[in-house]
């Protein structure tokens, strides 16, 4: 299993900042992904990251708006750009199991713009 | 594309009893895995169980035990002998597994199950 941290965990911003959620684990992952989940909703993806390779967007979802850094196999952050409340979400940190494919998440980063 | 339908928005279970919560998807692949994880209120989302495609017998974690039928692609999750910590939202989930380096999971959009003292 994988134990993840995600700070912070939960910000209120003005409309029009930008907020960078980090993701930190305790072993090493290739893959790492990002969602997010607006109240009572299901998990939508984001972004998948991959160290030392570009992120890859989900339809609906744009790099100029959800920049993303994986600097490493341990790290990853996800910014929400020129953030409007709309943007209030739940941000969702995940990584694959190394083995039969489950995931797993982190506490999550509760995100309220106003 | 895949699909992940689950149709009961909310149900609830007395404590002790049994409860069966739905789940079809949609797919033309073969080899897959299907999960069901488990969100409580305020807290971290963690995996309840989990189905590979190829493997006829059905799964079983202690209370939890699934009902895969591959032919009508549907995926069913029991719950025995209910408890109130089983008070949260259950997600089905899909996967198809890819070489390459790149994943991408398919999620229902959750069923929230209410455990009645």
């Known amino acids: 299993s994988a134990v993840i941290s995600q700070k912070p965990s939960r910000d209120i911003c003005q409309r029009g900042t930008s907020l960078t959620i980090q993701c930190q684990v305790d072993?090493?992952?290739?893959?790492m992904f990002w969602y997010r989940q607006q109240p009572g909703q299901s998990l939508t993806l984001i972004a998948t990251?991959?160290?030392?390779?570009?992120?890859?967007?989900e339809s609906g979802f744009v790099i100029d708006k959800f920049p993303i850094s994986r600097p490493n196999l341990t790290f990853s952050t996800l910014t929400v750009s020129n953030m409007s409340p709309e943007d209030s979400s739940i941000y969702l940190c995940?990584?694959?199991?190394?083995?039969?494919?489950?995931?797993?998440f982190g506490p999550g980063t509760r995100l309220t713009v106003t | 594309a895949q699909t992940v339908t689950q149709s009961q928005p909310e149900m609830s279970v007395q404590e002790a009893e049994t409860v069966t919560l739905s789940c079809t998807y949609d797919?033309?692949?073969?080899?897959?895995?299907l999960f069901w994880y488990k969100q409580p209120p305020s807290r971290q989302m963690i995996l309840v169980i989990r189905?590979?495609?190829?493997?006829?017998q059905n799964a079983t974690e202690n209370r939890f035990s699934v009902n895969f039928q591959k032919a009508a692609k549907s995926f069913s999750l029991k719950i025995s002998d209910s408890q109130l910590g089983d008070t949260a939202m259950y997600f089905c989930?899909?996967?198809?597994?890819?070489?390459?380096?790149?994943?991408?999971?398919?999620f229902g959009i959750g069923t929230k199950l209410q455990v009645i003292p």
């Open positions: 072993s090493q992952v290739t893959m």
């Open positions: 995940s990584v694959l199991g190394f083995t039969s494919y489950e995931q797993y």
């Open positions: 189905q590979e495609a190829y493997k006829q």
């Open positions: 797919t033309s692949e073969n080899n897959y895995y």
């Open positions: 989930a899909f996967m198809k597994p890819r070489s390459g380096g790149y994943q991408k999971v398919t």
């Open positions: 990251a991959n160290q030392g390779s570009e992120a890859t967007y």
